[in-house]
């Protein structure tokens, strides 16, 4: 079961991984047509997707300074903090820090709801912090807390729901509720009691709906472009598209590490093996230099990915090095369950029976084996392996 709250409490939660990032007055009115605002909040936010973190916490405190009554500050605040948990999970275990800023934007969000219950910037506020508390609580495998979470953020999502009153960011919303509240329960069936209360989707729309954000809006442009890279790549087949944005992001954003580690793998995954090749090589540059949020996590990836294309050109000891490199990041990181992690033991099992060392090898296929689930395809491939020696 905790898996199961797991991908409720992740995938509903994504849908409400909202930015916020339009600055108010004390009197609350919306500022989005300020020029100014706009070129001072949009830096300050390319900074956190570009992990220049440091700069984000300097830049932010005249925000705070000038609106201390407001939940946007704080909110910004907990963005920044998210986008350091997301490359490396492992490397934020208790990252309450990110709590405690949430905590006080909810504290204002909630206080502007009771002056005005129909109050939909509040709302808007409330279903952003409620997700990102959900995804927060997931991934610390705390599942009852995620998923009252997301339920939470579930209720003020659908309460705004076709509210564009405030800002065209509003679609955006919009379009991960229309496509995340039909994908959970097509994939998770168990979960449909759960959705059955809300008003139904079309995840045709939503998709619809993000590229438009992606195209047009100023504030939430990155998070739906962010979503659409995932959604054509991993769910509606769309490889092409989801290669073209990562790029895209990547390039942007050359130091965030979840955006250069997706476009690795999707370079891979199309058959531009020389470009993944260089990406997976500058990962573990980047790992051996500490840069910010390269891990891990990144380096179980590339190392993969590295040990594949090497073993194919039958370079047996580069792939058996990034191979291995994959295994010990994948432990690091507490990932011995995931494909990476086995076939990596399984291949290195091949190698090293390709180099004459049959000890070795039983040992990996052992390993391979013990690591994996009898229903896994790598565990009953170690098995014959086994048997063959």
């Known amino acids: 079961m905790p898996k199961k709250l797991l991908l409720f409490s992740v995938l509903l939660s994504l849908t409400f991984s909202v930015k916020a990032q339009y600055v108010m007055n004390q009197d609350s009115s919306i500022l989005l047509n300020n020029m100014y605002i706009q070129m001072e909040v949009n830096a300050s936010v390319n900074a956190i997707y570009n992990a220049e973190h440091k700069k984000v916490e300097k830049d932010f405190k005249w925000l705070r300074y000038r609106f201390p009554n407001h939940p946007l500050p704080y909110f910004l605040y907990?963005?920044?903090?998210?986008?350091?948990?997301?490359p490396e999970p492992s490397h934020y275990p208790d990252n309450e820090k990110m709590i405690a800023y949430l905590d006080t934007a909810q504290f204002y969000a909630e206080f502007m709801k009771e002056l005005d219950e129909e109050n939909m910037e509040a709302t808007f506020f409330l279903a952003a912090i409620h997700g990102f508390k959900g995804r927060f609580y997931a991934e610390n495998q705390s599942w009852t807390k995620a998923a009252f979470e997301a339920r939470k953020a579930l209720n003020y999502m659908e309460e705004s729901k076709g509210n564009k009153n405030l800002s065209p960011e509003f679609l955006?919303?919009?379009?991960?509720?229309?496509?995340?509240?039909e994908?959970?329960?097509?994939?998770?069936?168990?979960l449909k009691p759960v959705l059955r209360f809300f008003d139904d989707g079309d995840k045709e729309l939503g998709v619809e709906q993000l590229t438009k954000v992606a195209q047009n809006a100023f504030y939430t442009r990155t998070e739906a472009q962010y979503f659409l890279m995932r959604i054509w790549a991993l769910d509606e087949g769309e490889l092409r598209k989801g290669l073209q944005l990562s790029e895209y992001l990547h390039e942007t954003y050359p130091q965030n590490a979840y955006f250069h580690r997706f476009?690795?793998?999707?370079?891979?995954?199309?058959?531009?093996?020389?470009?993944?090749e260089r990406e997976c090589l500058?990962?573990?540059?980047?790992i051996d230099s500490a840069k910010t949020g390269y891990g891990g996590t990144s380096g179980r990836y590339a190392?993969?990915?590295?040990?594949?294309?090497?073993?194919r050109q039958a370079n047996l000891d580069a792939a058996k090095k990034y191979?291995?490199?994959a295994m010990i990041s994948s432990e690091s990181v507490g990932e011995e369950e995931a494909g990476y992690y086995l076939y990596s033991i399984y291949h290195l099992?091949?190698?090293?029976?390709?180099?004459?060392?049959i000890e070795l090898a039983e040992e990996y296929y052992k390993k391979a084996k013990k690591k994996a689930g009898r229903k896994q395809a790598v565990f009953k491939s170690a098995k014959d392996k086994l048997k063959d020696l």
């Open 349 to 357: 099992g091949i190698i090293a029976e390709k180099q004459g060392d």
């Open 78 to 86: 907990g963005l920044n903090e998210w986008w350091k948990i997301l």
């Open 323 to 325: 191979y291995e490199r």
């Open 303 to 311: 190392g993969f990915f590295l040990g594949q294309i090497y073993e």
């Open 263 to 276: 476009y690795a793998r999707l370079l891979y995954t199309a058959g531009r093996i020389q470009d993944s």
């Open 172 to 181: 955006f919303g919009d379009a991960l509720y229309n496509y995340y509240v």
């Open 183 to 190: 994908w959970v329960p097509e994939h998770y069936p168990i």
């Open 282 to 286: 500058e990962i573990f540059e980047k």
